[in-house]
């Protein structure tokens, strides 16, 4: 229509995104009165998309396909094993040294100490905080940091390796 864009192609093309993203999604007509009051209803208006991926997964394939990475930590040895046969998450003593500057939140690589990449992750902690907590028990985060977020640097649900 004249006042439409992009067509069905368009359409479909974000579904599978959204899919991709473990989100079901609805095509619906948005000239339909209250169409997303009566969606969130539970009325079935459109076409419903379920998404085949679960949503843990979907968060840990973005993790892994992150571009932009804000920084990293470098782990000893332990840190590694725990990591990657145990699946444990990353605690503050298994750190060895922070790179880079990242915020709480951000998508950071977990190195190991030749520089090979083990896994990605969301810092619980940002750079500053975590230089400071490096090679410390989790035990101590409160008196170096004056508060605890969480005993982990990167918790292993939001932790993929690679």
Same mark, same amino acid.
């Given at each position: 229509?004249? =006042?439409?864009?992009?067509?069905?192609?368009?359409? =479909?093309? /974000?579904?599978?995104?959204?899919?991709?993203?473990?989100? /079901?999604? &609805?095509?619906?007509?948005?000239?339909?009165?209250?169409?997303?009051? #009566?969606?969130? /209803?539970?009325? *079935? %208006?459109?076409?419903?998309? =379920?998404?085949?991926?679960?949503?843990?997964? *979907?968060?840990?394939?973005?993790?892994?396909? $992150?571009?932009?990475? #804000?920084?990293? !930590?470098?782990? @000893?040895?332990?840190? &590694?094993?725990?990591?990657? @046969?145990?699946?444990?998450?990353?605690?503050? %003593?298994? !750190?060895?040294? +922070? &790179?880079?500057?990242?915020?709480?939140? @951000?998508?950071?690589?977990?190195?190991?100490?030749?520089?090979?990449? +083990?896994?990605?992750?969301? *810092?619980?902690?940002?750079?500053?905080?975590?230089?400071? %907590? *490096?090679?410390?028990?989790?035990?101590?985060?409160? #008196?170096?940091?004056?508060? =605890?977020?969480?005993?982990?640097? %990167? $918790? #292993?649900?939001?932790? &993929?390796?690679?």
């Amino acid at each position: 229509s004249r =006042v439409g864009t992009g067509g069905m192609i368009t359409k =479909v093309l /974000a579904v599978k995104r959204a899919a991709g993203s473990g989100a /079901a999604t &609805v095509i619906a007509w948005g000239r339909e009165p209250d169409v997303l009051l #009566r969606l969130a /209803a539970g009325e *079935a %208006i459109g076409t419903l998309f =379920v998404a085949a991926t679960a949503k843990q997964a *979907a968060r840990k394939q973005w993790m892994a396909d $992150h571009l932009q990475l #804000r920084g990293a !930590v470098i782990v @000893d040895e332990g840190a &590694v094993t725990k990591l990657r @046969d145990e699946g444990k998450s990353l605690l503050p %003593i298994g !750190v060895l040294e +922070v &790179v880079g500057e990242f915020h709480r939140g @951000d998508v950071i690589a977990v190195r190991d100490a030749l520089g090979n990449e +083990v896994a990605r992750g969301l *810092a619980n902690y940002a750079s500053s905080e975590a230089r400071l %907590i *490096a090679r410390r028990p989790s035990s101590e985060i409160e #008196r170096l940091l004056g508060f =605890v977020t969480e005993p982990e640097m %990167i $918790h #292993r649900t939001n932790l &993929v390796l690679c």
